[in-house]
């Protein structure tokens, strides 16, 4: 059985398929924070509170426009 393990967002039309595991992924975004300083999360990330989901929200629309989930 194949198991789709893409992560589903905004720019999946655009971002093709990933070789990368979820764990590879994951090492990723965080070597982005600790080498860049660059935060790649979802808004909708369940490790987030409700609060932090909407201000994440909240400066994604101040910054490159309009909730890309309304």
Not at 4 to 18: E, L, T, V
Not at 21 to 43: F, N
Request: net charge negative; hydrophobic share 35%; charged share 25%.
């Amino acid at each position: 059985m194949s198991v789709d393990n893409r992560y589903q967002n905004a720019f999946n039309p655009w971002q093709g398929d990933s070789n990368f595991s979820d764990h590879e992924l994951l090492t990723l975004r965080k070597r982005a924070w600790l080498e860049q300083g660059i935060l790649i999360i979802s808004p909708s990330d369940d490790r987030l509170p409700t609060s932090e989901q909407i201000v994440l929200c909240k400066i994604g629309s101040r910054l490159y426009g309009d909730d890309p989930a309304a």
